[in-house]
């Protein structure tokens, strides 16, 4: 199935809440929502029998400068299309709900989102950092990020 095809089944379901959609010559298509509907748009888009995107690839988090964001890569074994969601959050309150009861890969995703940009996933069975000491202060990947000078005593090598 086609990009534009899936967006228009996408429009039918949750047409109020999609902010924008793309499909330009050279990049992945991709459609922009509000991130309230994340898991139920997620569902959707694995349960729906000409969609069945089964496999989260990938999901990473963003820093748009303003902005943070998630960006969530899918992929239908059956059907062998893919396609791209994009969520934009505020700085100052960055959270959407989790998609781990959808895809479980989304688990260990989303912890790394968390650790290195600071999104919240809001149900995430056990959101704790991945990547950095539980203890570590900032978000390493955030564009205004700060390197520590120390580290309980011990001088960051940066």
């Not at 039918?12 to 999609?18: H, K, P, V």
């Not at 959407?96 to 968390?114: G, M, S």
Request: contains cysteine; charged residues 30%; negative net charge.
């Amino acid at each position: 199935m086609e990009s534009k095809e899936i967006y228009e089944l996408l429009l039918r379901e949750f047409s109020d809440n999609i902010i924008e959609f793309k499909d330009e010559k050279n990049f992945d298509p991709f459609i922009k929502v509000k991130p309230e509907i994340i898991t139920d748009l997620c569902l959707y888009l694995r349960d729906e029998p000409e969609l069945m995107f089964d496999y989260l690839v990938n999901l990473t988090g963003m820093d748009y400068g303003k902005e943070l964001g998630v960006v969530y890569h899918l992929y239908s074994m059956s059907h062998k299309h893919r396609f791209v969601i994009k969520i934009e959050l505020s700085r100052e309150n960055p959270e959407l709900p989790t998609v781990e009861q959808v895809w479980k890969t989304a688990n260990w995703h989303e912890r790394e989102a968390f650790d290195m940009f600071g999104i919240v996933f809001l149900g995430h069975p056990y959101l704790v950092r991945i990547l950095t000491p539980v203890d570590w202060e900032g978000f390493p990947l955030r564009k205004d990020y700060q390197t520590q000078e120390y580290y309980h005593g011990i001088k960051v090598p940066y």
